[in-house]
Structures are given as structure tokens and as C-alpha cells.
């Protein structure tokens, strides 16, 4: 669907030449929910700019769906531009213009006739759920009712594929769920693709399929989003997953734990994917003489199964403790003792 071949971006600054994006290789299937990730500067904006033409590769070539996005230029590249749409973190909406109007102007220039352009305006206003808000202006909407519009004119003129440039960041938490919600559910209704940068990882987790991480210009790592939570690789992606998954507080629960036991053992479990749906605490209190203590956990959900760690503590003689344990190990549960006395 997506072939990146070998893309570079040199910005010319004034004080020497700057690579944005150094060397990018990656191909996104039909029907994916593709993340990028990194910190500021990482050149996510510019990748994402150059899958729709905004800004030109000074190496290598960004092929969508057998168009070379890369060298088509002109009408061509404006044709090409309507089956490539994207969403905004500040919502580039038009302002002296009310909800129907935005959604209904990327219509207008594609030249579609005026009751045509009404039916399929209201057919957007409900698929991003805005009934009744079709003549409130942009300045009247919350948040992210205004990204929802964003959403409604972006897939105006049925696009293959849709951009999303730090879609969720200028939103509060609740609503971000709500539009990555959308999202999902636009994805899976329309098939569509869908390729959005973010500097969250919370943002992955929640919506995409797989996920690349981008450091200095360069994807460092790249893979299933449950596999990279699993075992991630580079530094860079292991902070990235511990935004997740070990918020400020564990740290200081943990450190608060091993002084509380101090008898028996404290013990990390991680759960992926099918291991997180095993009543595996259940088994072990069944099948060992031991006390189980469930001290704290978490359980989250990605696109491609659950993943989560739980903290346990277990009291009881020696040769049991290493059989629990052993027994863990071979669940396929992700073993770490904490504590041990
Ligand atoms: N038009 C430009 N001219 C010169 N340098 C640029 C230009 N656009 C981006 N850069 C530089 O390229 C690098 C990558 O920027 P880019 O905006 O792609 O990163 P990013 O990961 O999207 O970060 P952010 O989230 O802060 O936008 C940065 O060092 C940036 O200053």
C-alpha cells in the first residue's frame, strides 16, 4: 500500500545542511493502523509531509498504492492529494465557516454537485457522531468535537489513506480517547489506513497495529505494537513503553513493597498477549502451598491482545517458593523476584 524507499530529507539551513530524515525504509499494509514515534525533532512531521506531497524526498521514493508520491507534481499530485488526507493537532479548521461548510469544502473543490455534496456532509456529520451541531462554527465546539469535523472533511472524498499529525496531543485525556476511538472505528468500517505520528505512547497502544520509532531522522526499531511492548529493543523505545506501563508512582510503590516484605518474595509478573487472558494466579494458588498476596497491578488493552504486570507477593517454605516460580516461568508469564529473603 505505502512503499519507503530509502527516504532522506537535507533541510539547507544557514548554518549547514540538516537531515530530517535519514535513510527511512518501511512499507504500510492496506487496512494498517501505523504509528510513528519519537521525541521532538525526530522528523516525524517531515516523513508524514512527504506521504502526501508536502514536502519532496532530497533521496529515495514514497510510492502509495502505485503512485510515486515522490516526483508527481502539479494536477497530478493535487488528484492524488484527495485520496490523502490528513488531520491536524491544531485542526486547520476554517473559522467564518460552520461545521457543514468545513466538511463540504473539500467537496466543493473536487467539483461535486451541491445536493450531492448536502447527502454526503450529513453522512459524515454522523459517522463522526456531530447530529445536530452542522450549523455551530468552529469557535463554538469543544476540542474535540472540532478534531471530529477535522475528521468528517478528511474523509470527505473517501481517501485511501489518512494522516494524522500529533491528532490527539492539544486534547485532554478523555477526549483523546474518544477521537482514538473514532479512529478505530473508522478503520475497521472503511478499511482505511491510517499513518499517525505522535510523541505518545499511549497513542500507540490504544489504536495502532504496528508501530516504528524514530530517532534522530532514523527508525530505530520497528514492529508489532504487542511484540514492542514485550521486548523492546533500543533505550529510546523502552522509555517510550515505560510511559505506559510503569507510571512515576510503581517505582515508588515498589521501592515501598521491598520494605514491607521483608519475608517471602515480591514478584513482577508481565502478562502478553494470550498469557494475559490464562487464569494463571488462580492455577497457582490451586497448586502450591503458598500465600499469594496481590499487592498492584495493571491489565491494558492494544490493538493485537492485552499486555500487563502485576505485583505479587508469596510467602511459604523454599523448595515451594522456587516451584511457584518455576511453575510462572513455564506459563510463559514474564518472571522478575523483586525481593527475595
Ligand atoms: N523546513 C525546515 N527547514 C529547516 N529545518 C527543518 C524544517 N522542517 C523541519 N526541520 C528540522 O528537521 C528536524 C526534524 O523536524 P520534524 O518537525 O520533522 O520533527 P518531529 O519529530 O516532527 O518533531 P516535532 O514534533 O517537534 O515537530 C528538526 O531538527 C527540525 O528543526
Same mark, same amino acid.
Given at each position: 500500500?505505502?512503499?519507503?524507499?530509502?527516504?532522506?530529507?537535507?533541510?539547507?539551513?544557514?548554518?549547514?545542511?540538516?537531515?530530517?530524515?535519514?535513510?527511512?525504509?518501511?512499507?504500510?499494509?492496506?487496512?494498517?493502523?501505523?504509528?510513528? @514515534?519519537?521525541?521532538?525533532?525526530?522528523?516525524?512531521?517531515?516523513?508524514?509531509?512527504?506521504?502526501?506531497?508536502?514536502?519532496?524526498?532530497?533521496?529515495?521514493?514514497?510510492? @502509495?498504492?502505485?503512485?510515486?508520491?515522490?516526483?508527481?507534481?502539479?494536477?497530478?499530485?493535487?488528484?492524488?492529494?484527495?485520496?490523502?488526507?490528513?488531520?491536524?493537532?491544531?485542526?486547520?479548521?476554517?473559522?467564518?465557516?460552520?461545521?457543514?461548510?468545513?466538511?463540504?469544502?473539500? /467537496?466543493? @473543490?473536487?467539483?461535486?454537485?451541491?445536493?450531492?455534496?448536502?447527502?454526503?456532509?450529513?453522512?459524515?456529520?454522523?459517522?463522526?457522531?456531530?447530529?445536530?451541531?452542522?450549523?455551530?462554527?468552529?469557535?463554538?465546539?469543544?476540542?474535540?468535537?472540532?478534531?471530529?469535523?477535522?475528521?468528517?472533511?478528511?474523509?470527505?472524498?473517501?481517501?485511501?489513506?489518512? /494522516?494524522?499529525?500529533?491528532?490527539?496531543?492539544?486534547?485532554?485525556?478523555?477526549?483523546?480517547?474518544?477521537?482514538?476511538?473514532?479512529?478505530?472505528?473508522?478503520?475497521?468500517?472503511?478499511?482505511?489506513?491510517?499513518?499517525?505520528?505522535?510523541?505518545?505512547?499511549?497513542?500507540?497502544?490504544?489504536?495502532?497495529?504496528?508501530?516504528?520509532?524514530?530517532?534522530?531522522?532514523?527508525?530505530?526499531?520497528?514492529?508489532?505494537?504487542l511484540e514492542?511492548f514485550k521486548?523492546?529493543?533500543?533505550?529510546?523505545?523502552?522509555?517510550?513503553?515505560?510511559?505506559?506501563?510503569?507510571?512515576?508512582?510503581?517505582?515508588?510503590?515498589?521501592?515501598?513493597?521491598?520494605?514491607?516484605?521483608?519475608?517471602?518474595?515480591?514478584i513482577k509478573l508481565s502478562f502478553v498477549g494470550e498469557s494475559a487472558e490464562q487464569p494463571v494466579i488462580t492455577n497457582l494458588i490451586r497448586s502450591f502451598?503458598l500465600?499469594v498476596?496481590i499487592?498492584?497491578g495493571k491489565i491494558s488493552q492494544t490493538?493485537n491482545g492485552a499486555y500487563g504486570s502485576l505485583f505479587i507477593?508469596l510467602?511459604?517454605?523454599?523448595?515451594?517458593?522456587?516451584r511457584a516460580i518455576d511453575f510462572l516461568e513455564a506459563a510463559s508469564v514474564g518472571v522478575e523476584?523483586?525481593?527475595?529473603?
Open positions: 500500500m505505502i512503499t519507503i524507499s530509502d527516504v532522506k530529507k537535507v533541510f539547507k539551513t544557514k548554518t549547514g545542511s540538516l537531515t530530517a530524515v535519514d535513510k527511512v525504509n518501511l512499507k504500510i499494509k492496506e487496512g494498517e493502523i501505523f504509528g510513528v @514515534i519519537g521525541y521532538s525533532g525526530a522528523g516525524k512531521s517531515t516523513l508524514i509531509r512527504m506521504l502526501n506531497g508536502l514536502e519532496q524526498p532530497s533521496e529515495g521514493k514514497v510510492d @502509495i498504492n502505485g503512485k510515486l508520491i515522490s516526483s508527481i507534481k502539479g494536477g497530478d499530485l493535487r488528484k492524488a492529494r484527495q485520496k490523502i488526507s490528513m488531520i491536524f493537532q491544531h485542526f486547520n479548521l476554517l473559522w467564518s465557516r460552520t461545521v457543514s461548510e468545513n466538511i463540504s469544502f473539500p /467537496l466543493e @473543490i473536487a467539483g461535486v454537485p451541491k445536493q450531492e455534496r448536502q447527502k454526503r456532509v450529513n453522512e459524515l456529520i454522523e459517522l463522526v457522531g456531530l447530529e445536530g451541531r452542522g450549523d455551530a462554527y468552529p469557535a463554538q465546539l469543544s476540542g474535540g468535537q472540532k478534531q471530529r469535523v477535522g475528521i468528517a472533511r478528511a474523509l470527505a472524498n473517501d481517501p485511501e489513506v489518512l /494522516l494524522c499529525d500529533e491528532a490527539t496531543s492539544a486534547l485532554d485525556p478523555q477526549t483523546t480517547d474518544s477521537i482514538l476511538e473514532l479512529l478505530v472505528d473508522i478503520n475497521k468500517r472503511l478499511g482505511l489506513t491510517i499513518v499517525l505520528i505522535t510523541h505518545e505512547m499511549h497513542v500507540i497502544r490504544k489504536i495502532c497495529h504496528r508501530v516504528a520509532v524514530m530517532e534522530g531522522g532514523k527508525v530505530v526499531e520497528l514492529g508489532d505494537v514492542v521486548q523492546p529493543k533500543e533505550q529510546i523505545t523502552k522509555r517510550f513503553v515505560q510511559q505506559v506501563t510503569e507510571p512515576e508512582e510503581t517505582r515508588e510503590t515498589i521501592e515501598q513493597l521491598i520494605n514491607e516484605y521483608q519475608d517471602g518474595r515480591v502451598d500465600q498476596n499487592l498492584q490493538q507477593h510467602h511459604g517454605k523454599q523448595d515451594e517458593l522456587d523476584v523483586i525481593t527475595h529473603d
